[in-house]
């Protein structure tokens, strides 16, 4: 049986190459947000490959899902309400904040820009705000 941590620390590894190989190559910083918002305003000759990474994404977790169920599975006391409520918060929050925890998190700290190192600290206290309050007052 393997530590807990060495699935992070895979995942994270893979996340890492994958995003260098998309600035490498692609010349793009990788926001999940922004190639899904690009993919629903579509451009001509930006498109095709959007709609492939979103597929991509999907695929792999259909098939990360396939290979190993226990992965997905997360001991939380949410219901679903909430989850699209908070869902459709996040959507709204990458709008406002021109990008992502993958764009801004990722990428751009790792360029070590400000703008995202402000808008991920910003990201991490707006929801450890929100969880505090909704607990607080009993939504959760």
Do not use: Y
């Not at 995942?11 to 600035?23: D, E, N, R, T």
């Not at 977790?61 to 599975?73: C, I």
């Not at 190192?117 to 929100?130: D, H, K, L, N, W």
Request: a positive charge; hydrophobic letters at 50%; aromatic letters at 8%.
């Amino acid at each position: 049986m393997q530590p807990e941590w060495i699935n992070a620390l895979i995942g994270g590894a893979i996340i890492g190459i994958s995003v260098s190989v998309m600035l490498l190559f692609n010349g793009r910083v990788t926001g999940i947000s922004g190639i899904i918002n690009g993919a629903l305003t579509p451009q001509k000759g930006d498109t095709l490959w959007r709609v492939l990474f979103i597929l991509g994404l999907v695929l792999g977790g259909f098939t990360l899902r396939g290979l190993n169920a226990s992965v997905f599975e997360a001991d939380m006391a949410t219901s679903d309400w909430t989850t699209v409520v908070a869902g459709l918060l996040v959507g709204f929050g990458t709008i406002m904040g021109s990008g992502c925890t993958s764009g801004h998190g990722v990428c751009g700290i790792s360029r070590m820009s400000i703008r995202s190192i402000v808008s991920t600290v910003t990201f991490i206290a707006a929801g450890v705000a929100a969880v505090a309050l909704f607990r607080q007052l009993g939504i959760f």
